[in-house]
């Protein structure tokens, strides 16, 4: 017989609270997801006003879901509904003042409306939030190039390709820049990345294309004004039936402002040897960068990355054969520099997925050569 008010059997019913509360977290979790994937689609097929309402649906379960209201902001953006637009950005703001995406977004709002002036002010934040975000860097010259401030424009644009090289060539095609194309600082961004790529060890026209984004015109051109200059100088070189221009720093440029050699692999080596050499290098670079992520050493993280970028030791294998993951690589550690332990913390498990990816391809590629023919 049950007694009244006895005292409830506490193992069962913490159990019993334990699977409904799990459950209703999966459940939160589950739904939120399929939602999120389900807006994110929507926004791939540019059905915006599906994804507004499918991403609106999502914030009834979680308000304050910040990448969420990312998507639904530029959603709206792209419907060219400003206003409702910098209203959600307003929120994510009022819930991290420092996210420097949100920022870089609303100036965007700003341009579009032809209002410069705040534009500017909105992605200085973003770079004071972030100041390795290539992007806000980039569109802060925008905004200078539009409101005349040429020298501050020309700056900003510099900043923004040393953090990504891609930049250079965006702005070689931007009509934002025709008030500071005609300005000699303009002209000379693509001769110094040009310049910079060759000092960094990429001596052939194919090579400095690739690492810079430039079109080859405008690269050729480049290096015809380094020649004209006494720069750099021209030579060629044999890879296996055809002569290849290369060229170099002259030795005074490079004895003042440094140069990393080429490493033998700039020479294709046909012998068998040299390419298990060079693919057993890359495969202990792996394995040594792999172990100091695993045990989140930042200092031995981002000398590891040298690795596989240096050109004396596996960056032009990484260029030749993974170029997305050497330029993912370059940038890891930049961010890497500025943000510290809280970015490889939370790009730990895709850096590991980076690496595994290309060991796995490397591993097959020693097998293949190894393997008697």
Known sequence: MKRPFQKPDKGKNEE???ITNDTSLTDHDYNLKKLFRKG???MAEEKL????EVFEQALRIDPTNVDILLKLGYSRFHLDDYSAALKIYDRILDIDVTNAETWNLRA???YEQKNFIKALDNVEKAIESDPTFSMAWYNNACFLSLLNQIPESIEALTRSIEIDVRNARKAV???????????DGFKRIITVVVLESIRQGYHTIGA???TTFLDR???????RKLLEKGIIMKHEKRAGLQMVPHYDLVTELAEKVGTTRKSLLGIRNIKLPGAVKNLKQLSQAIQTVKSSIEEKDIEKTIENFNSFIDPSKCGTQMIEQFFDEHREI?????????RGSMYLQDNKQKMLNLFDNVEVIITKQLRSEITPK
């Open 49 to 52: 006003d599906e994804a507004t």
């Open 330 to 338: 370059r940038l890891w550690k930049i961010r890497l520099k500025d």
């Open 40 to 42: 994110i689609n929507f």
């Open 217 to 223: 015109v405008d690269a050729e051109d480049a290096l």
């Open 16 to 18: 019993k609270t334990k």
């Open 173 to 183: 095609k931007d009509r934002d820049f025709k008030n500071v194309r005609a300005e």
């Open 108 to 110: 965007l709002v700003h």
């Open 208 to 210: 400095i294309v690739w």
